[in-house]
C-alpha cells in the first residue's frame, strides 16, 4: 500500500470514528431523562424554531445543555415538526419523547369542575380562577355573560350543563361556558320530549327550575323523584312550594347562612312562601339526575317533607305527620348536640 493509500484509509477511519461517536452521542441524548423532577407544563411560543426551541429547553431546566440537540433533530426529521402549545411532560420522559409530544401537537388537557347545585355566580368565580383559560369576560356579572353569548341574561341561571371539562391552554371562558350551555340545552331537549304526560309546566324553562329546586332540597339519588312528586302535587292542589333555597336564592348577598321568620315573609319574586307556583327562573344548576327527577316524578299523595337527620328525608301526606316529622328531627338533632 502506497504512503497516500494509507492517508486515505487512516482518513476515512477517523472519519468513520467520528461519524461513530457523533452517532452516539446523538442517540445518547435522544435516550436522556428530561433533567425535571416533577410533571412540568412546557409552552413553546408560536413560530419558534429549533433554536428558541433548544434555548427554553436548556433555561428551563428541562433538557441538559448539549452540542446534539441541533443534530439529533437532522438525523430524525420528523422530530423537528414540533407544534406550538402547551405541553405536559413527565417525569422519566426522554428528549425523543418530548420531541414526539411536541411533534404531535398533543396539549396538555387540563380539568375544571362545574358542580351541580351552584349557582352561576359561584360557576364564574371557578372559572376565573382556573388555570390556563384565557379570560375575556371584564367582569363576572351576569350581563357581562349575557352579552358575549349573545343570550337573555335573565335566563342564564340554569343553563349550563353541571360536568368536569376539560380544555386546552388558551381556551377561553366563554367557549367553556358554550360547550356547557350546548349540553344543557341537548339535554333539557330530549327530557322535555320524553317528559311524563300531563305534567303542570308551562314550558321546558319551569322544568329546569323544578329541576334546580330538587337539586338543592336533596343530594339523596333515590329521593329525586320523590322530592319532585311532593312539588307537583303541590301545584297541581295550589299550595304554595313553600322551600326554603328559593327563599335563599331571593335574599341574593343578604342571606347570611341562617333562614328567619322574618325572612320567610319578606317578598321576592323568589320567595315561595308568599309567592304561588313556581319561581321565575331556576335557582342554581341542576344536574342530570334531578333534571330526570322533574320530567319523571313519582306518582304519590305525599305533600311534605323533612330532613330525618340522617342524610335523608321523611315524607308524610298531611300536616298533623309532618309536625310529628319535625318534632322527630328536632329531637334527633338535640340527641345528636348532647352526645
Do not use: C
Not at 420528523?78 to 420531541?99: H, I, N, P, S, W
Not at 377561553?172 to 309546566?201: C, I, S
Not at 321568620?261 to 320567595?271: A, C, G, Q, S, W
Request: charged residues 20%; glycine residues 6%.
Amino acid at each position: 500500500m502506497t504512503r497516500m493509500k494509507k492517508i486515505i484509509a487512516s482518513t476515512v477511519a477517523i472519519a468513520g470514528l467520528a461519524a461513530a461517536f457523533s452517532y452516539w452521542q446523538i442517540e445518547r441524548l435522544a435516550d436522556t431523562p428530561l433533567t425535571i423532577s416533577q410533571e412540568t407544563i412546557y409552552t413553546l411560543p408560536a413560530g419558534s424554531g429549533r433554536v428558541v426551541l433548544e434555548a427554553q429547553l436548556e433555561s428551563q431546566h428541562i433538557i441538559p445543555k448539549t452540542l446534539w440537540f441541533g443534530p439529533l433533530l437532522k438525523l430524525e426529521p420528523d422530530l423537528a415538526k414540533f407544534k406550538a402549545g402547551t405541553y405536559r411532560l413527565e417525569t422519566g420522559m426522554t428528549v425523543r419523547q418530548l420531541l414526539q409530544l411536541l411533534a404531535s401537537g398533543k396539549e396538555a388537557q387540563f380539568p375544571l369542575r362545574l358542580v351541580e347545585g351552584l349557582r352561576l355566580q359561584e360557576w364564574l368565580a371557578e372559572l376565573r380562577k382556573a388555570p390556563y383559560i384565557k379570560h375575556t369576560l371584564s367582569d363576572d356579572k351576569l350581563p357581562t355573560l349575557a352579552a358575549a353569548m349573545k343570550l337573555d341574561a335573565s335566563q342564564l341561571e340554569g343553563a349550563f350543563y353541571p360536568d368536569t371539562y376539560l380544555y386546552t391552554a388558551n381556551t377561553t371562558d366563554v367557549a367553556l361556558l358554550t360547550r356547557a350551555h350546548t349540553r344543557m340545552e341537548k339535554l333539557v331537549d330530549e327530557l322535555w320530549q320524553a317528559r311524563t304526560p300531563d305534567l303542570p309546566y308551562k314550558n321546558k324553562q319551569e322544568m329546569v327550575t323544578m329541576a334546580s329546586i330538587i337539586e338543592k332540597e336533596t343530594g339523596v339519588s333515590e329521593e329525586r323523584a320523590r322530592v319532585a312528586s311532593v312539588f307537583i302535587n303541590r301545584l297541581r292542589t295550589g299550595m304554595k312550594l313553600q322551600t326554603d333555597p328559593t327563599v335563599i336564592y331571593g335574599m341574593g348577598d343578604a342571606y347570611t347562612g341562617t333562614l328567619t321568620r322574618r325572612d320567610l315573609e319578606t317578598p321576592t319574586p323568589y320567595n315561595t312562601y308568599t309567592i304561588s307556583g313556581l319561581p321565575p327562573g331556576p335557582i342554581a344548576m341542576p344536574g342530570r339526575a334531578s333534571l330526570e327527577a322533574a320530567a319523571h316524578p313519582e306518582k304519590s299523595n305525599f305533600l311534605y317533607f323533612v330532613a330525618d337527620g340522617k342524610g335523608g328525608h321523611t315524607f308524610t301526606t298531611n300536616l298533623a305527620s309532618h309536625n310529628k316529622a319535625v318534632q322527630a328531627y328536632r329531637q334527633a338533632i338535640k340527641e345528636k348536640n348532647e352526645q
